[in-house]
C-alpha cells in the first residue's frame, strides 16, 4: 500500500544528552547515525559526527515505533521500484502480532526466551527491511547471534538446505581463463573434502555464453555421473542465463547480483521485471527435484554508495532493501560477499564481522536462506585470523552456507574466502553436517565413513571411478 | 607424511590449475606447510601494498628528461585506502607543479595498489610507449603518489593533454603481487567515468604481458583514439563506424 505521509516526517528527530542536543533531519539520516562505524558511511558523510551522536541516535530510535518504518520509506516511493515492492507486498497480518512495538521492543521481543523462531518466522513478512535494519543497529553482535540462531529457513531444489545442525557449502571451482580441466581438478579436490552440497557454482572469467554452456554440461555431467544429489550453477547475468535456457543448456539456477535501490540495480542491468522474467523461465525448466526453490542472489553492503544510487541511505539499511528483492522470488540461496568489495566500505576485520553478523540476521529475520562468503581482499586490515572468527561466530549462529575455494585463495578473483578445509573445522568444532542427502551420498560414495567423517581421499578417489575430462582417477 | 597415492593425485590436480587443490589434510586442517606458504603470500601481497614510491626514484629512468612528482590530497596510505575520492584529485602543490607544462599524450606512474608494480615495470613500459608514441608531443613523464586511476584526469586537463595513459599498480593478488594495469583515457577531465577509458591490464613479464606487448597494445588505442576521439565502450563502434566511412560501403552515422 502506498505510504501515507505523517506528519513527523518533516519533523527533525532529536534528544538532549547532557547539555548537548543531538539532531537529525530525518529517518535516514537517524538510521545512518545509529549504524556502527563503517568506512563506507564515512565516505558517504553519513556516520555519526561522534561516538556520542551515535548513540543519541540510538537512543532516539529505540523509541520509533515499528508503524513508521511503513509511513516514512528512506527511499521515495515514487522514485523507487525496491520502494514499492516493500510496501506494496507488506502483510499487514504477519505484522499485527508486533505493530505495537517499538525499535527497542522489537530487539527485546527477538531476544525473549518466549519468542521462538517460528514466532519469528510468521512475523517476516510483516518486516520490512528498514525495520531488520533498524533493530539489527541496537544489537550487539552477541544479540544478531542469538536471535538469529532461532531461525530456520529450510529450501530446496534437490537436497534440504537449512536445517538446524547443518553447514552447507558451495564449491567455487574458479579457473581464470575458464578451462573446463583446470575447473573440473577444483571440483573433485572439494567433493572429495565434502564441500558442494549448497551448490557448486563457478564465477566465469568471462561473459562468452559458449564458455557458459561448456562449464554447463560438465557440471551437469559430473552432477549426473556421481549420482550426486545437489544443483550446479555457472554465476552469469541473467540475461545470459535466459539465453542459455533457450539454448537448452543444463540449467538448475539462475543467478544474480542484486541491491538495494531500483538505480542501483539498474546499474547491475536489471529491474524486477526482468528477475519475473528469468524466475519464470527457470521454474519452467522444472529441474528440481525436492523443491521448486531456484534463485540464487548474491549482495554486498556498499554496492549502492558505488554506484552513487544510495540515495543518502546508510549501506546497511541498503543492504536489507536487497533482501526484499530476493524473497520475491524464494531463492534457493542468497549469500552477502561481506569483504569482498573493500576497505573503503568495510574497513577491518572488526567491521568485516560486525557487517557478516548483520547481514546474516537480517536476511534470516527476512526469511532468506542466508548464506555469507567470508572473504576479505589485500588491501583491507584483515586475515585468516580475523576470517576464522567470523566464520566460528557465523557458524554458531547458524549460517546457512558459506563458500569453499581451494586453499582459500580464489585464482580469478583475486580475493580469500573460506576454503574446503574451513568448512571442515566449522563442522567438527560446532557438530554441524552437510545437508541430509548430501550426508548420505557422502557416505554411499565413501568419501566419509559411517560415522560421517572423512576418509583418505586415495580410497575415496577408488569409489569415485572416474570423472569428465580428469578421465580414470584409480590411474 | 602424505600417503604415496595421495601425493600421486596431487600432481595430477596440480598440473590441471593454478588453484591451490590437494593441498592434504591434518584433521580439519592443512598441513603446516600449506599453512605456511599461504600466509607468506599473503604477507608479500601485503607488503606490496604498503609499499611507497620514493621520491626521485625514477629520475635515473628517464635520463635526459625532467620527471614531474605529484601527490594526491591523500594525506597517507590509510586515508589512501579509506577515501578514494581524495585519491583522484591533486594536492595545491601538485596543481601548480603542472602550471606551464603542455603535451599531447601524458604518461603517469602511479603507485595505485601496489608500488612494487610500478617500481618494477612502469618505467620500462614509459620508455617503450614513448618510444613508440611517434605522432604525439608527450610530455614529461609523472610520477602520481597515493593516486587512484582518476587522478590522471586532472593531471591531463591541466596539461590540456588529448590523451593519458595512467599506468598503476593494481590490488595484488594472493599469488601476484606486481602486476601493472595501463587505462587510456581520451580528453582527459575531472569527472571521466571508467566507461570512458581503456584498460589494458595484467602487465606483468614475464608471467603476464610482456613490456612490448602492453607498449604495442597501448600505442595501438592511442591511435584509434586519436582518430575517432574517444575511448572507453563507445571505441569499437566509432572505429566500425569509421572503416565503413573509409571503405566507402555505405553512409556513416
Same mark, same amino acid.
Given at each position: 500500500?502506498?505510504?501515507?505521509?505523517?506528519?513527523?516526517?518533516?519533523?527533525?528527530?532529536?534528544?538532549?544528552?547532557?547539555?548537548?542536543?543531538?539532531?537529525?533531519?530525518?529517518?535516514?539520516?537517524?538510521?545512518?547515525?545509529?549504524?556502527?562505524?563503517?568506512?563506507?558511511?564515512?565516505?558517504?558523510?553519513?556516520?555519526?559526527?561522534?561516538?556520542?551522536?551515535?548513540?543519541?541516535?540510538?537512543?532516539?530510535?529505540?523509541?520509533?515505533?515499528?508503524?513508521?518504518?511503513?509511513?516514512?520509506?528512506?527511499?521515495?516511493?515514487?522514485?523507487?521500484?525496491?520502494?514499492?515492492?516493500?510496501?506494496?507486498?507488506?502483510?499487514?497480518?504477519?505484522?499485527?502480532?508486533?505493530?505495537?512495538?517499538?525499535?527497542?521492543?522489537?530487539?527485546?521481543?527477538?531476544?525473549?526466551?518466549?519468542?521462538?523462531?517460528?514466532?519469528?518466522?510468521?512475523?517476516?513478512?510483516?518486516?520490512?527491511?528498514?525495520?531488520?535494519?533498524?533493530?539489527?543497529?541496537?544489537?550487539?553482535?552477541?544479540?544478531?547471534?542469538?536471535?538469529?540462531?532461532?531461525?530456520?529457513?529450510?529450501?530446496?531444489?534437490?537436497?534440504?538446505?537449512?536445517?538446524?545442525?547443518?553447514?552447507?557449502?558451495?564449491?567455487?571451482?574458479?579457473?581464470?581463463?575458464?578451462?573446463?580441466?583446470?575447473?573440473?581438478?577444483?571440483?573433485?579436490?572439494?567433493?572429495?573434502?565434502?564441500?558442494?552440497?549448497?551448490?557448486?557454482?563457478?564465477?566465469?572469467?568471462?561473459?562468452?555464453?559458449?564458455?557458459?554452456?561448456? !562449464?554447463?554440461?560438465?557440471?551437469?555431467?559430473?552432477?549426473?555421473?556421481?549420482?550426486?544429489?545437489?544443483?550446479?550453477?555457472?554465476?552469469?547475468?541473467?540475461?545470459?542465463?535466459?539465453?542459455?535456457?533457450?539454448?537448452?543448456?543444463?540449467?538448475?539456477?539462475?543467478?544474480?547480483?542484486?541491491?538495494?535501490?531500483?538505480?542501483?540495480?539498474?546499474?547491475?542491468?536489471?529491474?524486477?521485471?526482468?528477475?519475473?522474467?528469468?524466475?519464470?523461465?527457470?521454474?519452467?525448466?522444472?529441474?528440481?527435484?525436492?523443491? #521448486?526453490?531456484?534463485?540464487?542472489?548474491?549482495?554486498?553492503?556498499?554496492?549502492?554508495?558505488?554506484?552513487?544510487?544510495?540515495?543518502?541511505?546508510?549501506?546497511?539499511?541498503?543492504?536489507?532493501?536487497?533482501?526484499?528483492?530476493?524473497?520475491?522470488?524464494?531463492? !534457493?540461496?542468497?549469500?552477502?560477499?561481506?569483504?569482498?568489495?573493500?576497505?573503503?566500505?568495510?574497513?577491518?576485520? @572488526?567491521?568485516?564481522?560486525?557487517?557478516?553478523?548483520?547481514?546474516?540476521?537480517?536476511?534470516?529475520?527476512?526469511?532468506?536462506?542466508?548464506?555469507?562468503?567470508?572473504?576479505?581482499?589485500?588491501?583491507?586490515?584483515?586475515?585468516?585470523?580475523?576470517?576464522?572468527?567470523?566464520?566460528?561466530?557465523?557458524?554458531?549462529?547458524?549460517?546457512?552456507?558459506?563458500?569453499?575455494?581451494?586453499?582459500?585463495?580464489?585464482?580469478?578473483?583475486?580475493?580469500?574466502?573460506?576454503?574446503?578445509?574451513?568448512?571442515?573445522?566449522?563442522?567438527?568444532?560446532?557438530?554441524?553436517?552437510? *545437508?541430509?542427502?548430501?550426508?548420505?551420498?557422502?557416505?554411499?560414495?565413501?568419501?566419509?565413513?559411517?560415522?560421517?567423517?572423512?576418509?583418505?581421499?586415495?580410497?575415496?578417489?577408488?569409489?569415485?571411478?572416474? !570423472?569428465?575430462?580428469?578421465?580414470?582417477?584409480?590411474? | 607424511?602424505?600417503?604415496?597415492?595421495?601425493?600421486?593425485?596431487?600432481?595430477?590436480?596440480?598440473?590441471?590449475?593454478?588453484?591451490?587443490?590437494?593441498?592434504?589434510?591434518?584433521?580439519?586442517?592443512?598441513?603446516?606447510?600449506?599453512?605456511?606458504?599461504?600466509?607468506?603470500?599473503? +604477507?608479500?601481497?601485503?607488503?606490496?601494498?604498503?609499499?611507497?614510491?620514493?621520491?626521485?626514484?625514477?629520475?635515473?629512468?628517464?635520463?635526459?628528461?625532467?620527471?614531474?612528482?605529484?601527490?594526491?590530497? *591523500?594525506?597517507?596510505?590509510?586515508?589512501?585506502?579509506?577515501?578514494?575520492?581524495?585519491?583522484?584529485?591533486?594536492?595545491?602543490?601538485?596543481?601548480?607543479?603542472?602550471?606551464?607544462?603542455?603535451?599531447?599524450?601524458?604518461?603517469?606512474?602511479?603507485?595505485?595498489?601496489?608500488?612494487?608494480?610500478?617500481?618494477?615495470?612502469?618505467?620500462?613500459?614509459?620508455?617503450?610507449?614513448?618510444?613508440?608514441?611517434?605522432?604525439?608531443?608527450?610530455?614529461?613523464?609523472?610520477?602520481?603518489?597515493? +593516486?587512484?586511476?582518476?587522478?590522471?584526469?586532472?593531471?591531463?586537463?591541466?596539461?590540456?593533454?588529448?590523451?593519458?595513459?595512467?599506468?598503476?599498480?593494481?590490488?595484488?593478488?594472493?599469488?601476484?603481487? #606486481?602486476?601493472?594495469?595501463?587505462?587510456?583515457?581520451?580528453?582527459? @577531465?575531472?569527472?571521466?567515468?571508467?566507461?570512458?577509458?581503456?584498460?589494458?591490464?595484467?602487465?606483468?613479464?614475464?608471467?603476464?604481458?610482456?613490456?612490448?606487448?602492453?607498449?604495442?597494445?597501448?600505442?595501438?588505442?592511442?591511435?584509434?583514439?586519436?582518430?575517432?576521439?574517444?575511448?572507453?565502450?563507445?571505441?569499437?563502434?566509432?572505429?566500425?563506424?569509421?572503416?565503413?566511412?573509409?571503405?566507402?560501403?555505405?553512409?556513416?552515422?
Amino acid at each position: 500500500m502506498r505510504p501515507h505521509k505523517i506528519e513527523e516526517r518533516t519533523l527533525a528527530f532529536r534528544i538532549d544528552l547532557g547539555g548537548t542536543r543531538h539532531c537529525f533531519p530525518d529517518l535516514r539520516s537517524l538510521l545512518a547515525a545509529a549504524t556502527p562505524l563503517r568506512s563506507g558511511d564515512a565516505l558517504a558523510g553519513l556516520a555519526a559526527q561522534s561516538a556520542e551522536a551515535r548513540i543519541a541516535a540510538r537512543l532516539i530510535l529505540a523509541d520509533q515505533p515499528l508503524d513508521l518504518f511503513l509511513s516514512d520509506p528512506v527511499v521515495p516511493y515514487e522514485l523507487d521500484e525496491v520502494t514499492r515492492l516493500i510496501c506494496d507486498t507488506h502483510d499487514a497480518a504477519a505484522f499485527s502480532g508486533i505493530r505495537h512495538l517499538t525499535v527497542g521492543a522489537f530487539r527485546e521481543w527477538l531476544l525473549d526466551d518466549r519468542t521462538g523462531g517460528a514466532a519469528i518466522a510468521a512475523a517476516a513478512r510483516g518486516i520490512t527491511p528498514e525495520m531488520a535494519a533498524a533493530v539489527s543497529k541496537l544489537m550487539r553482535n552477541q544479540d544478531l547471534v542469538a536471535a538469529a540462531r532461532k531461525i530456520s529457513v529450510v529450501t530446496r531444489f534437490r537436497n534440504t538446505i537449512g536445517l538446524p545442525g547443518r553447514l552447507s557449502t558451495r564449491l567455487q571451482p574458479n579457473h581464470p581463463t575458464d578451462d573446463p580441466r583446470g575447473i573440473a581438478a577444483s571440483v573433485l579436490d572439494g567433493l572429495l573434502l565434502g564441500s558442494g552440497d549448497a551448490v557448486i557454482g563457478i564465477n566465469p572469467a568471462g561473459d562468452d555464453t559458449g564458455t557458459i554452456a561448456t !562449464l554447463l554440461h560438465m557440471l551437469d555431467e559430473i552432477r549426473l555421473g556421481l549420482k550426486m544429489p545437489g544443483q550446479t550453477c555457472v554465476l552469469t547475468h541473467v540475461t545470459n542465463t535466459m539465453d542459455l535456457i533457450r539454448q537448452g543448456a543444463p540449467v538448475d539456477l539462475c543467478f544474480q547480483s542484486i541491491a538495494g535501490t531500483e538505480d542501483a540495480n539498474r546499474g547491475f542491468g536489471i529491474s524486477l521485471a526482468l528477475l519475473d522474467e528469468a524466475w519464470d523461465a527457470t521454474l519452467a525448466l522444472g529441474r528440481g527435484t525436492l523443491g #521448486d526453490n531456484v534463485m540464487y542472489f548474491e549482495t554486498g553492503q556498499g554496492s549502492c554508495l558505488s554506484s552513487e544510487s544510495h540515495h543518502e541511505v546508510d549501506q546497511q539499511t541498503l543492504e536489507c532493501r536487497a533482501y526484499a528483492v530476493a524473497r520475491r522470488y524464494r531463492p !534457493l540461496l542468497v549469500n552477502s560477499v561481506v569483504g569482498f568489495i573493500g576497505p573503503e566500505y568495510l574497513y577491518d576485520g @572488526k567491521q568485516i564481522l560486525r557487517a557478516a553478523l548483520e547481514d546474516h540476521f537480517c536476511g534470516k529475520l527476512l526469511g532468506l536462506p542466508m548464506g555469507l562468503d567470508i572473504c576479505y581482499t589485500n588491501h583491507a586490515e584483515a586475515d585468516q585470523d580475523d576470517m576464522d572468527v567470523i566464520a566460528t561466530v557465523l557458524g554458531v549462529a547458524g549460517v546457512t552456507f558459506i563458500m569453499g575455494v581451494p586453499g582459500s585463495d580464489d585464482v580469478m578473483l583475486g580475493y580469500q574466502s573460506t576454503s574446503f578445509h574451513d568448512a571442515l573445522y566449522l563442522r567438527d568444532v560446532l557438530g554441524l553436517a552437510p *545437508a541430509p542427502e548430501f550426508a548420505e551420498w557422502l557416505q554411499t560414495v565413501g568419501v566419509t565413513d559411517t560415522h560421517g567423517r572423512l576418509v583418505r581421499s586415495d580410497q575415496a578417489l577408488a569409489a569415485f571411478g572416474s !570423472l569428465p575430462l580428469l578421465g580414470d582417477l584409480r590411474a | 607424511m602424505s600417503a604415496p597415492v595421495e601425493r600421486g593425485l596431487l600432481a595430477r590436480l596440480r598440473t590441471e590449475t593454478t588453484a591451490r587443490v590437494a593441498l592434504g589434510r591434518v584433521g580439519p586442517a592443512v598441513p603446516t606447510s600449506v599453512a605456511l606458504d599461504f600466509q607468506l603470500s599473503h +604477507a608479500r601481497a601485503r607488503d606490496a601494498i604498503r609499499q611507497e614510491l620514493l621520491r626521485g626514484q625514477f629520475v635515473p629512468e628517464f635520463p635526459g628528461r625532467q620527471v614531474i612528482e605529484l601527490h594526491s590530497r *591523500a594525506a597517507a596510505r590509510e586515508a589512501y585506502l579509506m577515501r578514494p575520492d581524495l585519491g583522484r584529485r591533486l594536492d595545491d602543490a601538485g596543481r601548480g607543479a603542472l602550471a606551464g607544462l603542455n603535451a599531447e599524450l601524458v604518461v603517469v606512474l602511479a603507485d595505485g595498489l601496489s608500488a612494487t608494480a610500478t617500481a618494477a615495470h612502469g618505467p620500462p613500459l614509459a620508455r617503450a610507449i614513448f618510444e613508440r608514441a611517434t605522432g604525439w608531443r608527450t610530455g614529461p613523464p609523472i610520477v602520481a603518489h597515493l +593516486a587512484r586511476v582518476a587522478l590522471g584526469d586532472e593531471i591531463g586537463e591541466l596539461m590540456g593533454a588529448q590523451l593519458v595513459v595512467m599506468l598503476i599498480g593494481e590490488r595484488p593478488g594472493l599469488s601476484s603481487v #606486481d602486476s601493472l594495469g595501463a587505462y587510456i583515457t581520451w580528453q582527459p @577531465k575531472i569527472g571521466r567515468q571508467d566507461s570512458e577509458r581503456n584498460c589494458v591490464s595484467n602487465i606483468r613479464p614475464p608471467h603476464g604481458l610482456s613490456i612490448e606487448q602492453a607498449a604495442s597494445e597501448i600505442v595501438r588505442i592511442a591511435q584509434e583514439a586519436r582518430l575517432c576521439r574517444v575511448t572507453g565502450v563507445e571505441l569499437p563502434a566509432a572505429l566500425a563506424n569509421l572503416r565503413r566511412k573509409l571503405d566507402g560501403d555505405g553512409p556513416a552515422d
